[in-house]
Antibody, heavy 119, light 107 residues
Framework: EVQLVESGGGLVQPGRSLKLSCLAS????????MNWIRQAPGKGLEWVAS????????YYADTVKGRFTISRDNAKNTLYLQMTSLRSEDTALYYC????????????WGQGVMVTVSS | DIVLTQSPTTLSVTPGETVSLSCRAS??????LHWYQQKTNESPRLLIK???QSISGIPSRFSASGSGTDFTLNINNVEFDDVSSYFC?????????FGGGTKLELK
């Protein structure tokens, strides 16, 4: 069974940093591209970042570029999102999700982890 | 960036009805358009891929069509279980973008 389990969320002050993790199981993690998507309370979905299976290609939304870093450790079946210089507008539920080919939709999603940026 | 505009924002229907949800792209995206269903307090679920391709395990009452800039998700014989928000997403180019969503409610 495919499982994606996010962790690392919490309450953080503006300007501080936080690192999210997404532990994958039930599939060959190193064969899949991975993504972070967020959803502010009561709002729609916002794509945040994507990383290819071998980390060769990485993309960011303009809203997080220069502040967030996506990475992965295929040996540990884990995806990461290092978030720095956090702002109140980064408050959201953060999901990880996988895709196979670059143009594919995201066929499995984690349950999400909440990040709240507030003083 | 490619902007996806979904309409209507909210749709109130009677069980058994057939409904159509629209997603329009600001630029042509071929068929690189995917639909998701998100129930309250749940993660999104991939419903339709590449504009019209079905997904294993998704009820056959869900179908979709379109290409270029205009896309439609159809739900035949709407059931109570279909109460959800529905989002479209394009994977034609970076950044990936989602539509604002359509919330389906039952009368």
């Amino acid at each position: 069974e495919v499982q994606l389990v996010e962790s690392g969320g919490g309450l953080v002050q503006p300007g501080r940093s936080l690192k999210l993790s997404c532990l994958a199981s039930g599939f060959t993690f190193s064969n899949y591209g991975m993504n972070w998507i967020r959803q502010a309370p009561g709002k729609g979905l916002e794509w945040v970042a994507s990383i290819s299976s071998s980390s060769s290609y990485i993309y960011y939304a303009d809203t997080v570029k220069g502040r967030f870093t996506i990475s992965r450790d295929n040996a540990k079946n884990t995806l990461y999102l290092q978030m720095t210089s956090l702002r109140s507008e980064d408050t959201a539920l953060y999901y990880c999700a996988r895709h196979y080919y670059s143009g594919d939709g995201f066929d499995y999603w984690g349950q999400g982890v909440m990040v709240t940026v507030s003083s | 960036d490619i902007v996806l505009t979904q309409s209507p924002t909210t749709l109130s229907v009677t069980p058994g009805e057939t409904v159509s949800l629209s997603c329009r792209a600001s630029h042509s995206i071929g068929t690189n358009l995917h639909w998701y269903q998100q129930k309250t307090n749940e993660s999104p679920r991939l419903l339709i891929k590449y504009a019209s391709q079905s997904i294993s395990g998704i009820p056959s009452r869900f179908s979709a069509s379109g290409s270029g800039t205009d896309f439609t998700l159809n739900i035949n014989n709407v059931e109570f279980d279909d109460v959800s928000s529905y989002f479209c997403q394009q994977t034609q180019s970076w950044p990936r973008t989602f539509g604002g969503g359509t919330k389906l409610e039952l009368k």
